[in-house]
């Protein structure tokens, strides 16, 4: 099939065009010669915007920088830890995207950039040539911001908040607590990955000891006020776990101070608070590469240009999902995706010697507080010409007496064409 026809076609089937609101010209699809993308970090960003990029221009080189064979998805993986999917649901093969768009993959750890020479330094000293980079490095932790939390200290406490090894060791933990343990979630201040994560987490987790350990309970200590979908998610909990499941704002018992993995306790400014289970999830930065190769500023995380997301320290760069700040987009896989497809055509059109497309984008998602209940989230985003920063243009949730198992048909739906738009299937 022509390669424009089936980038139209995909886009009409995903129900996802219009994401890109009307940056998509003929113009931009036409193919505009020659020219080499390198796309490093193969998360939903990095993977989305390299096959976009094939898909807008053909006549591209495009090539994705990412050590692993297979990725695992952070959405879902909430799901793998209450027992109702395997493992094995989350993990994607970049291979079916490699062949299927002509994208050359590279299996190395990129270690850092040289920007002036245009080059990406990877672990065996070989390099990479670019002429435009889009970087997707996701998120690292702040190991340093919790006393007693460490890298180490997460290899018997989990996070969890990347899928894959972490994911397991939390849902094997879950299944070996005795009936009347208690689950303890900590969570950080914001920004950080999927905000309504914890909360779907904790959910989750309250339906499966529910079912199985029914005189147990779950403890969020949050280091906020206040957290997305909140009065939707209260509602849940209150008609599902009753008192089961207990949130505990920074109001009530202020500033977490300390960890101590070996007892399974964490200490916040006014008590300490022992657990059977405890997933600490530490505060949260740009991926190390963003930070390493001077593209951060004194957040931890990576200005962009959001008509483009090209870095202000180096227009030949551009920064997306999870690592570069675009608010008010909160940080989360579907962000990502959206701000994918915007750069793709932004860095096209740079190739072209013309200006980057308005850009409008969106991020949609759903979080379960039951396997067949769940609640959702929207919001689109437009270009201010004012402060040239993002604007929220329409915005919206579930209301707390919405109608949450219909949300949860719709849920399996998105989470499916979802990861089929970017991974392929």
């Not at 970090?41 to 990029?53: I, P, Q």
């Not at 949300?407 to 989470?415: F, G, K």
């Amino acid at each position: 099939m022509n390669p424009r026809r089936r980038f139209l076609r995909l886009l009409a089937a995903s129900g996802l065009g219009w994401s890109l609101g009307g940056c998509v010209s003929s113009r931009y699809l036409r193919g505009t010669g020659p020219g080499r993308v390198v796309v490093v970090g193969g998360g939903f960003g990095g993977v989305t915007a390299a096959r976009y990029l094939k898909l807008m221009n053909p006549a591209l080189s495009v090539t994705l920088v990412e050590p692993r064979d297979t990725y695992f998805s952070c959405p879902g993986s909430n799901e793998a830890i209450a027992g109702l999917s395997g493992l094995g649901t989350l993990e994607r093969s970049y291979a079916t995207v490699s062949r299927a768009f002509d994208i050359k993959k590279v299996n190395a750890q990129a270690t850092h950039l040289d920007r002036p020479r245009r080059r990406i330094v990877l672990s065996d000293g070989s390099e990479v040539p670019y002429d435009r980079l889009i970087l997707s490095p996701g998120i690292d932790f702040r190991w340093d911001a919790i006393e007693g939390y460490d890298e180490a200290a997460s290899r018997t406490v989990p996070h969890a908040w990347k899928a894959g090894p972490q994911t397991a060791m939390l849902a094997r933990q879950l299944r070996a607590m005795p009936d009347g343990g208690r689950v303890l979630i900590t969570v950080p201040a914001n920004p950080y990955r999927c905000p309504p994560g914890p909360y779907e987490r904790a959910s989750l987790i309250a339906c499966y000891l529910k079912k199985h350990k029914p005189r147990s309970k779950v403890l969020i200590l949050d280091a906020k006020t206040r957290f997305s979908k909140q009065p939707a998610f209260e509602q849940a909990w209150r008609e599902l776990y009753g008192d089961m499941l207990e949130w505990i704002s920074s109001e009530k018992q202020g500033r977490l101070e300390r960890v101590d993995a070996a007892a399974r306790s964490v200490e916040t400014e006014f008590d300490t608070f022992r657990a059977d289970v405890l997933n600490v999830i530490p505060p949260q930065k740009a991926g190390a590469l963003a930070e390493v190769s001077g593209l951060t500023d004194g957040s931890g995380w990576c200005p962009v240009d959001p008509m483009s997301f090209a870095s202000p320290f180096d227009s030949a760069i551009h920064v997306i999902g999870d690592a570069c700040q675009a608010a008010p987009m909160p940080k989360s896989a579907f962000s990502a995706n959206s701000q994918a497809k915007v750069c793709a055509a932004a860095v096209i059109a740079s190739l072209a010697g013309e200006p980057p497309p308005e850009p409008l984008l969106i991020n949609h998602c759903y979080s379960l507080v039951a396997p067949d209940e769940a609640i959702s989230i929207s919001g689109v985003y437009g270009y201010s010409w004012n402060d040239g920063q993002l604007a929220t243009r329409s915005a919206g949730e579930t209301p707390p007496d919405g109608d949450r198992k219909r949300e949860a048909a719709y849920a399996r739906i998105w989470q499916r064409n979802f990861r089929a738009d970017v991974f392929g299937y």
